[in-house]
């Protein structure tokens, strides 16, 4: 079955650096989009960053542009979400979704992570 | 960027209630509307695609409706594990949004 596994979390200090993995297994990871999302404490969802597979193409929000940098890893079945110059508001839950795929533009996501607390304190 | 936004904010309803919440796009996103649930300290679990297609396993007491920029999601009679809350996201742009959530209680 599908499982998603992200690992990673942790705490930093501001300004600091962290990279989340999410190991994926139970479909071919190279065909399907994966996206991260994450969620502030008592707070919605937001979308961070989606890499279109097999293209390759990568999309990022606003709060990811020129910070976090989405990758994969095709040997090792795992995507990567490399944090950079971490701030206080980018305490969250983040979670890996891979994307449904079903139908051209709709991009859903149908499995999920359990998650990966990150925090960001001094 | 396109705006989500989610009307009530939460509602009370009980068992068998029949539950409407509206999602409103701050422009037109055609049909490329989903619908999630979330339940405390879980991830959220997608219920609804495209604005009407029930995901695989999701409950017909489900449905999805509208297109535009107005869209609703319809539990026809509310179950105890329905409660929970719900948000909408958009795939019209490749800057994904979501909505700011929908909490259902009990009343």
């Known amino acids: 079955q599908v499982q998603l596994v992200e690992s990673g979390g942790g705490v930093v200090q501001p300004g600091g650096s962290l990279r989340l993995s999410c190991a994926a297994s139970?479909?071919?990871?190279?065909?399907?989009?994966i996206h991260w999302v994450r969620q502030a404490p008592g707070k919605g969802l937001e979308w961070v960053a989606f890499?279109?597979?097999?293209?390759?193409?990568?999309y990022y929000g606003d709060s990811a542009k020129g910070r976090f940098t989405i990758s994969k890893d095709s040997s090792k079945n795992t995507l990567y979400l490399q944090m950079s110059n971490l701030k206080s508001e980018d305490t969250a839950v983040y979670y890996c979704?891979?994307?449904?795929?079903?139908?051209?533009?709709?991009?859903?996501?149908?499995?999920w992570g359990q998650g990966a607390l990150v925090t960001v304190s001094s | 960027d396109i705006q989500m936004t989610q009307s009530p904010s939460s509602l009370s309803a009980s068992v068998g209630d029949r539950v409407t919440i509206t999602c409103r796009a701050s422009?037109?996103?055609?049909?490329?509307l989903n619908w999630y649930q979330q339940k405390p300290g879980k991830a959220p679990k997608l219920l609804i695609y495209?604005?009407?297609r029930l995901q695989s396993g999701v409950p017909s007491r489900f449905s999805g409706a509208g297109s535009g920029t107005e869209f609703t999601l319809t539990i026809s009679s509310l179950q105890p594990e329905d409660f929970a809350t719900y948000f909408c996201?958009?795939?019209?742009?490749?800057?994904?949004?979501f909505g700011p959530g929908t909490i259902v209680d009990m009343k």
């Open positions: 979704a891979k994307d449904h795929q079903v139908l051209a533009g709709v991009f859903a996501m149908d499995y």
């Open positions: 139970g479909f071919i990871s190279n065909n399907y989009g």
């Open positions: 890499i279109r597979l097999p293209v390759n193409d990568k």
């Open positions: 422009q037109t996103i055609s049909m490329y």
């Open positions: 495209a604005a009407s």
């Open positions: 996201q958009q795939s019209y742009s490749t800057m994904l949004s």
